[in-house]
């Protein structure tokens, strides 16, 4: 059994983490397997974008630290090399985190890497790799001062104590809350909403807000003229689709 579920509903991929007797904590196979899973999706036409969800009541508890045993944990070790986030940076399709409880250390580094977080009211955050002695390797120190400031992000980390679902809200680090019982529901709705999209914009606006994160204005302002200067526009097309969304807005 892989600890991975995987289904697929109107070109949306969903992946959830099932292994709820270890938290959902990721063993190396699943990391491998993870990986090979995005990488086929990224390939796949009729895929238009991921949702990532765990069986509850965890959403992720991060690595699999039983796997180690008594040695040494070495961050150059081949096990740590197979990391969600480097696949997920490498995705070129959105990717929604439905983050449906406890979402812990390496499990909120997975939830950072998406495209952005809903959550339901039972969600929990916190970073526990200080209380155990551990270090972040999947990306945690770069993506969660970038997504709630590095005076949050320091008392995340420093303290470990978690923060619910409201507290997540306000500090911006989920896009919205949802009761818990309705979170795949929305997760579905907006997915299908992204697929609805035009796909090559899709695929130029993830790369332009992934290029200008971090860039100045006036980097980013020159990412977008760049992107667009040899764009073609089919002013038919645009008209129809602009018709049909105003219909639906």
């Not at 899973?37 to 508890?61: K, N, Y």
């Not at 406890?102 to 969600?123: K, M, P, Y």
């Not at 500090?171 to 992204?194: D, F, K, T, Y």
């Not at 990412?223 to 018709?243: L, M, P, T």
Request: some cysteine; glycine content about 8%; proline content about 4%.
């Amino acid at each position: 059994m892989s600890g991975l579920d995987l289904s697929r509903l109107d070109g949306v991929l969903t992946i959830r983490i099932d292994r709820a007797e270890k938290r959902n904590a990721l063993s190396l196979a699943m990391r491998e397997e993870f990986a090979t899973v995005l990488l086929e999706a990224d390939a796949d036409r009729s895929v238009s974008s991921v949702v990532i969800t765990g069986t509850d009541p965890a959403f992720c508890a991060g690595v699999d630290f039983g796997e180690f045993g008594t040695n040494r944990l070495n961050p150059h070790d081949r096990r740590y090399r197979v990391t969600p986030t480097r696949a997920l940076f490498a995705l070129r399709k959105p990717v929604i985190a439905a983050v449906n409880g406890a979402c812990v250390s390496g499990g909120l580094e997975l939830a950072l890497a998406c495209d952005f977080i809903l959550g339901s009211d039972a969600a929990r955050f916190a970073d526990s790799h200080a209380r155990i002695g551990a270090m972040p390797t999947w990306g945690l120190t770069a993506m969660l001062p970038r997504a709630i400031g590095v005076r949050a992000a320091k008392q995340m980390s420093l303290t470990g104590e978690p923060i619910d679902a409201a507290t997540a809200l306000s500090l911006g680090l989920v896009n919205e809350i949802v009761p818990h019982s309705q979170l795949m529901e929305r997760a579905a709705m907006v997915a299908g909403l992204i697929g609805q999209a035009d796909p090559g914009s899709v695929l130029s606006l993830l790369d332009l807000y992934d290029r200008g994160d971090g860039a100045s204005l006036a980097e980013a302002l020159a990412f977008e003229a760049d992107a667009i200067a040899d764009r073609v526009v089919d002013a038919d097309s645009v008209q129809d689709a602009g018709r049909a969304y105003r219909g639906q807005a």
